[in-house]
């Protein structure tokens, strides 16, 4: 029995009743089902329980691991990336979620036009101000925004995203979620742009993100549990010597 065909299904009520809560169309959000630290089984299984979109935060684990995956699946990178991974990047993804530069964006668009494809980006804001946290700083996203506009060929920026200070208690992240969606309202009107996504929202907040306007949601743990170590995730070789070992 796939485990996952009952989770999928409360995830999803749960997503559809927090958009008509806020009077929104269930099917503007988009559910990115991040597969980190799970291997491409779970994926195989996610996919089989009618999940299509998955969300990796490292390029060296997705590489690995899309594909051993179905093909159909579509791939979200939704963590911090580097420049040197870039040329991997805009081959393995659709869509790339944390764009924090303009220099970022300029090696990703060289990347993009050598290798012919045309991921889709959002520029990550920190809206919290959070040291730990990437992302641009909400007085540096006009400029950027700006520099983008004039350089952008084989990318296309389509959204912002953000990620609230962790708490307990999801309403603390209501005021985070909200700014980002008047940032975007402000881009999009001072430079006449469409920037239709909205990527916010994650297992402990996700209902609130989608009541201030999340479309795209990045959920892991409420679809596939605690994520193991990392070391449990190795490929078969690595498997069997452990084992020898056990
Ligand atoms: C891991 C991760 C998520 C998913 O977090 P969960 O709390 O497990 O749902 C979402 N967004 C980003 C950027 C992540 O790295």
């Not at 990527?199 to 609130?208: A, K, P």
């Amino acid at each position: 029995m796939n485990t996952l065909i009952p989770i999928y299904e409360t995830i999803c009520n749960r997503i559809a009743a927090a958009a008509r809560r806020s009077g929104r169309d269930p099917e503007a959000v988009r559910l990115v089902a991040v597969t980190k630290t799970h291997g491409p089984e779970t994926v195989r299984d996610a996919v089989d329980a009618g999940m299509d979109c998955f969300g990796e935060n490292k390029v060296q684990e997705a590489a690995w691991k899309i594909p051993l995956a179905p093909a159909c699946a579509h791939w979200h990178l939704i963590g911090h990336l580097q420049s040197n991974k870039a040329k991997q990047a805009v081959r393995l993804f659709e869509t790339i979620h944390s764009v924090d530069s303009a220099k970022l964006f300029d090696t990703l668009e060289a990347a993009a036009r050598q290798s012919g494809t045309r991921p889709e980006f959002y520029l990550e804001v920190n809206v919290s101000g959070e040291p730990s946290k990437y992302g641009l700083t909400p007085t540096a996203l006009p400029q950027v925004i700006e520099h983008i506009l004039m350089y952008s060929q084989a990318l296309t920026l389509t959204g912002l995203m953000t990620m609230a200070p962790f708490n307990p208690d999801p309403e603390k992240a209501r005021p985070f979620f909200a700014a980002l969606r008047h940032l975007r309202d402000a881009q999009m009107s001072r430079f006449g742009i469409d920037l239709p996504h909205l990527s916010m929202g994650m297992t402990g907040d996700f209902e609130v993100a989608i009541e201030e306007g999340a479309t795209d949601v990045r959920i892991g743990t409420a679809l596939f549990g605690s994520r193991p170590k990392l070391s449990a995730l190795r490929p078969p070789q690595d498997a069997d010597t452990t084992s020898g070992i056990l």
